[in-house]
């Protein structure tokens, strides 16, 4: 399991997988791989963990449910491997990184590994999902492991940027404490609320200013 994650998260993910909801989810998952095609692949489930180390943390950005398309899921909130077209919501991202950040270009590829290593944890609640069936590993067990990976990032760190965008992210908001850290809110950037204030909410541009204030390298969210 270690070569899943980087070891810098042991401490925080070897006693969550060694709980009884842990084994269960783990052979929920394992009979859904016998059955049907599973996104993203065995080795990608705990990406995220693996290209941010714990200690590296500097932003959280937090979607529900990984891509259940042919190739879109690689274990990163939002993110497509290189070649794969753009989600509507990547697009959309990328739609406000240009008005937001000076001499951002909407990049070639919708891989944001280049964000993940440098700070960018790019978590989703739900690590798992069958193909082409939207939460279908929902409420099995994951949500409860990411919020507890979440409330141990905000115990342990400071100065830690958390982008909640859309209800159900803003809900994990309760699981930070915001005397530490520096929590942004907008609507989901999808095509039906991006209107409503994800476009002009200049989150990427805030998060820099709020970790150049507290000493810490901004992100470069150039691809």
């Known amino acids: 399991m270690e070569k899943l994650y980087d070891e810098s998260w042991a401490p925080i993910l070897k006693p969550l997988m060694q709980q009884d909801y842990m084994k269960k989810l783990s052979a ?15 080795d990608l489930v705990f990406n995220a963990f693996r290209l941010t180390p714990l200690q590296d943390v500097k932003v959280v950005i937090l979607g529900q449910d990984p891509y259940h398309n042919v190739g879109q899921a690689h274990g990163l909130s939002f993110s497509v491997p290189s070649g794969i077209p753009f989600p509507p919501s990547l697009k959309n991202i990328f739609a406000e990184l240009t ?9 070639n590829s919708g891989d944001l590994t280049k964000w993940a290593k440098q700070g960018v944890l790019l978590l989703n609640a739900t690590l798992t999902v069958r193909a ?30 958390f982008l909640l965008w859309g209800s159900y992210a803003q809900k994990k908001s ?21 209107y409503r204030g994800f476009f002009g909410s200049k989150h990427f541009s805030q998060v820099n200013a709020y970790l150049s204030a507290n000493g810490r390298q901004p992100i470069d969210w150039k691809l």
């Open 99 to 107: 008005t937001d950040i000076d001499g951002f270009q909407i990049p």
């Open 28 to 42: 929920f998952v394992q009979q859904e791989r016998q059955q049907y095609e599973i996104y993203p692949p065995k």
């Open 174 to 194: 309760a699981l930070v404490d915001n005397k530490k850290h520096l929590i942004l809110k907008a609507v989901h950037p999808s095509p039906l609320s991006v």
């Open 132 to 161: 082409h069936q939207a939460a279908s590993h929902q409420k099995q067990g994951w949500e409860t492991f990411t919020d507890q990976v979440i409330e141990k990032i905000s115990f342990e760190l400071e100065n830690v940027v």
